[in-house]
């Protein structure tokens, strides 16, 4: 029995699912924006209930042109200022990122680095069933990290020019087992940021 590569054994998932999918295969374009030239990429968008998940994969011969991820992203309505990341905290995080925040929250305090281009309120938003649910996710899928970002992935139409959550990892995911680990453990992270962020409508 032939082995499926991992742009076949992903895409089986929206197939099997019938789900609406794309790829850089066919120009049916549901979600990427026509506008936006997508070359030696190859990528697998699609939705599931409110959850855009995207796998893409860019290769080029320019330095800091390789581009690997995975993530799940929805709109979300907040504040402006009121953008973020979070992830496991690394050594390197103190000599080379900039931005870092503290929220007052010891247990992402403690394990986390979390940036923002600005300070606000970040316990309005956080909490420790938000270090909960990360550290969740992460027991299956790292590295992780959360995003909260305005205008965050232009290249999906249905979120350009909007306030973005999503999860996301360095890596392209691909087995059945690990995509749906994804979307429900990391859509479980949103959907409870999503009901905190229901007072800022």
């Known amino acids: 029995m032939e082995t499926l590569n991992a742009f076949d054994q992903l895409l089986d998932y929206p197939v099997e699912n019938e789900l609406i999918y794309e790829t ?11 506008n936006d030239p997508i070359q030696n ?28 991820f995975t993530g799940i992203y929805r709109e979300i309505n907040l504040k402006p200022e009121m953008e973020l990341e979070m992830s496991r ?28 281009p600005r300070n606000w309120n970040f316990q309005v938003l956080m909490s420790e069933q938000v270090a909960d649910l990360f550290q969740e996710l992460e027991r299956q899928i790292s590295p992780v990290k959360l995003i909260i ?3 965050y992935i232009p290249m999906i139409s249905q979120l350009k020019g909007k306030q973005v959550i999503g999860v996301e990892t360095n890596e392209w995911i691909a087995k059945k087992e690990k995509v749906e ?14 009901k905190v962020s229901q007072q800022f409508y």
């Open 41 to 68: 990429a190859k990528y697998i968008v699609f939705r599931k209930q409110d959850l855009i998940f995207c796998a893409y994969d860019a290769y080029s011969t320019q330095l800091g042109s390789t581009e690997t």
């Open 89 to 116: 905290k690394h050594w390197s995080d103190y000599m080379f990122t900039l931005n870092k925040r503290k929220t007052g929250i010891q247990q992402i305090d403690f394990n986390y680095t979390l940036t923002s």
């Open 149 to 151: 970002q305005n205008n």
């Open 181 to 194: 680990q994804f979307l429900d453990l990391g859509g479980n992270l949103i959907n409870h940021l999503m």
């Open 24 to 34: 850089q295969l066919n120009e049916k374009r549901f979600f990427l924006s026509p």
